[in-house]
């Protein structure tokens, strides 16, 4: 009976390790033959000659065929190749990366573990708009006036009374895909004129990219869309667009970092100016100290890219003051990144879903902001109400595609600060609305030096910060003594425990106030957001505590001696002034 059993498990022959994905960086690109004006557009040869950049480097360079024929000899399938990072990713068993590690021509092997990139955008609990072909859609007065205001606020009745709408610049968009782009009536006028110059599908490998997915077709909107009635959702309605679909949605794995990377490379060759991504990384594939704008692969093509002339601009995430997380994610972590956070539209504060900073060793993340809920068109013809920092960023870039079409002698790096440098709480910064909201009119002409609003008192028992009189007048005048309300607040890395702060919160919007939900009722005036934005950063400009106050009295901060280290910086900015005060 017994010699009748089945021999133990232990003996029986293990199934061999199925493939997974590697990185197989190579060593050199001794001897390679390169024409870079055969390889790179018009477009792209122009943009390195305004920027006095060399017409190629090493890094443009093919791969070697001889290494590269070894590694395809060895493994078992290839998936692409970087000629930024000379490298080749493939699928391999473990057998297969013990023999490439001792190819000649192999520098290095690391793994390439599949995880979700996410999209950083989600719907609003709000209705859809369906319009009927060439019609305007039947919005309400909110509606309407939401669609205004997300490009007004970054000046764009500046730009239009200048003729500036993006015209003689191209952008790429790298995103889950385009689905209804073709058709929408918000976006007919790419088509129809023929801006959409190129389009490629980097996980399907063919020029096909509207389907798959409507991220793309809401985010490209935000860029170039306007309703039939002339109302534009974005800003560069006559930029030319590069539209690459880097994310398989079917696999719930939204793209791996080979795609961004081919599409970065790809958007270089055809001559982009600007790419603009609204996707990201960050626990699903990181550790928290990775996130310092070096580690990824992302951030790594991200920068670059921005050394060959492109300003990149990416989505801050939605991971909201997260206190297990509190970092921006990859790429917008990178110091070339420009990194955009959303606004509430209704408080004029940083959204409660916008991802907060700052990235690794306190940088300042994320570096403006913009309206993060939008009106935008979404598949089938609507338009609808969404929020997410994949509109913000958008926004912002299609602000700088319009800047740069004026202003085209300017490097990209000179741009990026350009855009922060005109944002409405520049020089004051914090991790949540990083300098603000960036200013067309400021980035066109220099801006003149705004009258003092406030002073910082110091003094033995406390530090003050109070508003002058005439400051108030505007609006209202405020006693020197009442109550401030915080409104947002943030501890930044400080081990002492300051007093309490109310969190984030969203005021009544516009659509729940009586007698404003018809589509032709009145829009209401905005309430005006009277707000006083302070913080206390360390000598190397690290912010330990950072918070805004919604002002009611002239009074309006008092530190207590004791709650600052020595040499730290306090910085305070209210209605377009800041100023600073070295503490002892």
């Known amino acids: 009976m017994l010699a009748a059993l089945p021999r133990p498990l ?12 590697y990185w197989v960086f190579l060593r050199d690109k001794h001897g390679v033959r390169f024409d ?57 068993t473990p057998a297969q990366v013990a023999a490439l590690r001792q190819l000649p021509g192999v520098k290095s092997v690391a793994p390439m573990p599949a995880r979700a990139q996410q999209p950083a955008s989600r719907r609003a609990t709000a209705r859809s708009v369906v319009a009927p072909p060439d019609s305007t859609p039947r919005l309400t007065a909110d509606e309407r006036q939401l669609a205004q205001r997300q490009t007004r606020t970054l000046g764009g009745e500046v730009l239009r009374r200048q003729g500036l709408d993006g015209r003689g610049l191209r952008i790429a968009v790298l995103d889950v895909g385009f689905t209804g782009a073709d058709r929408h009536p918000a976006l007919a006028h790419l088509l129809r004129e023929k801006r959409v110059v190129a389009t490629q599908d980097f996980m399907r490998h063919r020029p096909e990219v509207f389907r798959g997915g409507s991220h793309g077709t809401e985010v490209l909107a935000c860029l170039a869309g306007r309703l039939t009635d002339g109302t534009p959702l974005g800003l560069a309605p006559q930029a030319e667009y590069l ?71 990416c989505a801050a995430g939605n991971d909201g003051d997260d206190e297990r997380w ?44 913009a309206f993060g809920v939008v009106m935008t068109a979404t598949p089938g013809g609507d338009v609808q109400e969404l929020e997410g920092t994949s509109f913000a960023s958008p926004l912002v870039a299609g602000l700088a ?20 440098s005109s944002a409405t709480l520049y020089p004051y910064y914090d991790y949540a609305h990083g300098y603000g909201l960036p200013q067309a009119g400021r980035c066109l002409q220099p801006a003149s030096a705004p009258a003092p609003t406030l002073d910082i008192i110091p003094g033995e028992a ?87 106050l919604e002002v009611s009295q002239r009074a309006v901060l ?23 005060q070295k503490l002892p």
């Open 401 to 420: 595609a319009c800047v740069w079409q004026q202003r085209r002698e300017l490097k990209a790096m000179e741009l990026f600060r350009l855009l922060e």
């Open 462 to 548: 406390a530090v003050q910060v109070v508003i002058r009189p005439e400051a108030t007048l505007a609006l209202r005048p405020l006693p020197l003594f009442t109550d401030s309300v915080g409104a947002v607040g943030a501890l930044a890395g400080s081990s002492r425990t300051p007093p309490p702060v109310p969190r984030p919160g969203r005021e009544k919007t516009l659509a729940n106030r009586p007698g404003n939900g018809e589509p032709n009722s009145v829009p209401l005036p905005l309430p005006y957001p009277d707000y006083c934005y302070w913080h206390l950063a360390d000598a190397r400009g690290r912010l330990r505590r950072y918070e805004v």
């Open 36 to 92: 870079a004006a055969t390889y790179f557009s018009p477009e792209a040869q122009a943009r390195r000659r305004r920027q006095h950049l060399p017409a190629a480097d090493t890094t443009d360079f093919p791969l070697r065929p001889d290494y590269l024929g070894q590694v395809q000899a060895g493994v078992d399938s290839v998936a692409g190749v970087s000629r930024w990072f000379n490298a080749v990713a493939c699928w391999a």
């Open 326 to 369: 509190r970092i921006i994610g990859t790429p917008a972590d990178a110091d070339s990144v420009l990194a955009v956070g959303a606004l509430d539209p209704d408080t004029w504060l940083t959204a409660d879903f916008s991802s907060c900073g700052p990235a690794v060793g306190g940088r300042r993340k994320p570096n403006v902001t």
């Open 558 to 580: 008092r530190l207590p001696a004791g709650s600052w280290s020595p040499g730290d910086v306090l910085r305070v900015h209210y209605r377009g002034y800041t100023t600073e």
């Open 10 to 21: 232990a003996d029986a022959p293990r199934p061999a390790a199925p493939p997974a994905k």
């Open 243 to 313: 539209l690459a679909r880097t994310e398989l949605l079917a696999r719930e794995t939204y793209g791996e970092e080979e795609a961004w990377l081919a599409a970065a490379e790809w958007a270089d060759r055809l001559g982009a100016d600007i790419i603009n991504s609204s996707l990201g990384y960050t626990d699903t594939r990181y550790f928290r100290e990775q996130m310092d704008g070096r580690t990824s692969l992302v951030a790594r093509a991200a920068n670059m890219a921005a050394g060959k002339g492109l300003l990149v601009v």
